[in-house]
């Protein structure tokens, strides 16, 4: 089993920015994917950008390519996402995930593990 912790959110104003971590316990590897995910309310879950723990490949969503920015912690085992120029259209509840595939994937049922979720409110 693995557990997924985030924590970072918070409330910011437009072009504001913050910095989400998800830290991975329990049974882990170095081949996995680790995926962030956001949902608003009455929206669906969708696909923000991932990372290949091994070699450190990512894969952004194209809304948030250029701002958003994904890396990694090896001997934390934790993943950050740095978030730049925030928009109102970000505020969500954004999860971490983990794919034991090890692919880079956009598709929520190849991911295995979820976090419990951090909430990011931007103001206009």
């Known amino acids: 089993q693995v557990q997924l912790v985030e924590s970072g959110g918070g409330l910011v104003q437009t072009g504001d920015s913050l910095r989400l971590s998800c830290v991975a316990s329990?049974?882990?590897?170095?081949?996995?994917?680790m995926g962030w995910f956001r949902q608003a309310p009455g929206r669906e879950r969708e696909f923000v950008g991932c990372?290949?723990?091994?070699?450190?490949?990512?894969y952004y969503a194209d809304s948030v390519k250029g701002r958003f920015t994904i890396s990694r912690d090896n001997a934390a085992n934790t993943v950050y996402m740095q978030m730049n120029s925030l928009k109102p259209e970000d505020t969500a509840i954004y999860y971490c995930?983990?794919?034991?595939?090890?692919?880079?994937?956009?598709?929520?049922?190849?991911?295995?593990?979820w976090g419990q979720g951090t909430q990011v409110t931007v103001s206009s």
């Open positions: 995930a983990i794919a034991r595939t090890g692919r880079l994937t956009i598709e929520r049922i190849e991911y295995d593990y």
């Open positions: 329990g049974r882990t590897s170095s081949f996995y994917t």
């Open positions: 990372i290949r723990w091994s070699g450190g490949s990512t």
